[in-house]
């Protein structure tokens, strides 16, 4: 009996896979798991890569849940809690400082995020409006200079 031999995703297709996974709704790292377990087993694999991708972190929630709700009130569990939260805010704050750095090697950048701070933070503009007009404009920008190139 013959055996199909079957390789490991090569770098161009992993790229391909994650491009058109990206693309599709939902998140990405699940489309990707789908996608590989179709691959190499079909449909069974396409409905199990998914689920051996989820099981464990959701048990963790739930355990997580579980341990909270018995020990939630107590002064310890608070302090805790407050101190997670405070990992977060400098893992945030951390995050969008690098993010400025990055955009502050590019000037292009600069009156873009000047105007989405502005348009949200100071005139209260909707999001979505705010995320079209910037479409909009960056895209226009972009046009213009790749059309002069």
């Not at 491009?19 to 449909?43: E, H, S, T």
């Not at 020990?71 to 405070?86: K, N, V």
């Not at 100071?122 to 995320?131: A, E, H, Q, S, T």
Request: net charge positive; hydrophobic share 55%; charged share 10%.
């Amino acid at each position: 009996m013959l055996v199909e031999q079957r390789h490991w995703m090569t770098a161009e297709d992993f790229n391909a896979q994650l491009g058109m996974c990206q693309f599709l709704p939902g998140p990405n790292v699940v489309n990707l798991a789908v996608v590989v377990g179709k691959r190499y087993q079909g449909l069974p694999g396409a409905i199990v890569a998914p689920l051996g991708l989820l099981t464990g972190p959701v048990l963790i929630v739930l355990l997580l849940a579980l341990v909270y709700d018995c020990y939630g009130a107590l002064p310890q569990a608070q302090g805790l809690l407050r101190g997670i939260a405070a990992v977060g805010c400098g893992l945030l704050f951390a995050m969008a400082w690098r993010m400025g750095m990055a955009i502050q090697a590019k000037p292009v950048f600069w009156p873009f995020t000047v105007l989405t701070v502005s348009g949200i933070a100071l005139l209260r503009w909707p999001m979505p409006l705010v995320m079209a007009a910037g479409l909009l404009l960056s895209g226009s920008v972009a046009y213009w200079t790749l059309g002069r190139k």
